[in-house]
T-cell receptor, first 114, second 114 residues
């Protein structure tokens, strides 16, 4: 059974600080997705990582994928209040001809305080 | 394009009642899925469809039925609502490609079963 574990589950940061959210998964996969969810809202796609060593950056967020370690990271640089949200990683456990159904981590609730 | 739409946005049911959550997409996506989101649990797959006339079970299918008569629509039926089905339900769709299958989520339906 594929498991996707995120840590930490809760993160309280001060504005201007850096931090990293970790996403570990238990089976081989080279497709990983990061989503953001604001309270009461739907999921918004942030990054799509499709190969080992993939790195994507958007503003203060940078995501990377290490398929050998089965690890993805979401790094936050100089956090601002607007980044407060819940972040999910999701793994596609199959490759080639699969149904592509995603397995989600439990989410990391990020709170950025002044 | 409207993307993925869901109705209703909110619903309160009594135990034992039945209802249908509606989901539609106008992106001509082959794949559609239903997830439920519970606090601290992330998103869990209920049912999915890889095309009109084809459906299959996900991780938590009990108590739910689906059908897919058209590419656009994928309704989720609760046969006899139970308090354990209180949750937020998200419908998602994606293309049928093998390599890149980012899922697009609807706005969600918040269901309470009393």
């Amino acid at each position: 059974e594929l498991k996707v574990e995120q840590n930490p589950l809760f993160l309280s940061m001060q504005e201007g600080k850096n931090y990293t959210i970790y996403c570990n998964y238990s089976t081989t996969s080279d497709r990983l997705y990061w989503y953001r969810q604001d309270p009461g809202k739907s999921l918004e796609s942030l990054f799509v990582l499709l190969s080992n060593g993939a790195v994507k950056q958007e503003g203060r967020l940078m995501a990377s994928l290490d398929t050998k370690a089965r690890l993805s990271t979401l790094h936050i640089t100089a956090a601002v209040h607007d980044l407060s949200a819940t972040y999910f990683c999701a793994v596609d456990p199959n490759y080639g001809g699969s149904q592509g159904n995603l397995i989600f981590g439990k989410g990391t609730k990020l709170s950025v305080k002044p | 394009n409207a993307g993925v739409t869901q109705t209703p946005k909110f619903q309160v049911l009594k135990t034992g009642q039945s209802m249908t959550l509606q989901c539609a997409q106008d992106m001509n996506h082959e794949y559609m899925s239903w997830y439920r989101q519970d606090p601290g649990m992330g998103l869990r797959l209920i049912h999915y469809s890889v095309g009109a006339g084809i459906t299959d079970q996900g991780e938590v299918p009990n108590g739910y039925n689906v059908s897919r008569s058209t590419t656009e629509d994928f309704p989720l039926r609760l046969l006899s609502a139970a308090p354990s089905q209180t949750s937020v339900y998200f419908c998602a769709s994606r293309t049928g490609g093998l390599r890149y299958n980012e899922q697009f989520f609807g706005p969600g339906t918040r269901l309470t079963v009393l």
